[in-house]
């Protein structure tokens, strides 16, 4: 098992104190973030992991020229 290993979190971007970790991957829309978070946002998430650590963004984007291509019915 790894839960002895492997801690998951569901909160907002905010970090939740200094540490840094081995991996950190997170999904979000950056669209609700605003302009004015979406730097604090990605300073946040470049700070979490150590040195030599991992970092998986998973923005979900919203493409309106993708909605315009797909047929409606």
Same mark, same amino acid.
């Given at each position: ?11 907002? #971007?905010?970090?939740?104190?200094? &540490? /840094? ?5 997170? +999904? ?12 604090? #946002?990605?300073?946040?998430?470049? &700070? /979490? ?5 991992? +970092? ?18």
């Amino acid at each position: 098992m790894l839960t002895d290993r492997v801690t998951v979190w569901l909160q907002v #971007y905010r970090p939740r104190d200094d &540490r /840094l970790y081995d991996s950190v991957a997170h +999904l979000t829309t950056g669209d609700h973030l605003g302009e004015g978070r979406y730097r604090a #946002y990605a300073a946040a998430s470049h &700070r /979490l992991p150590r040195p030599g650590g991992r +970092l998986l963004p998973h923005p979900v984007i919203e493409a309106e020229p993708a909605r315009e291509a797909v047929p409606s019915s």
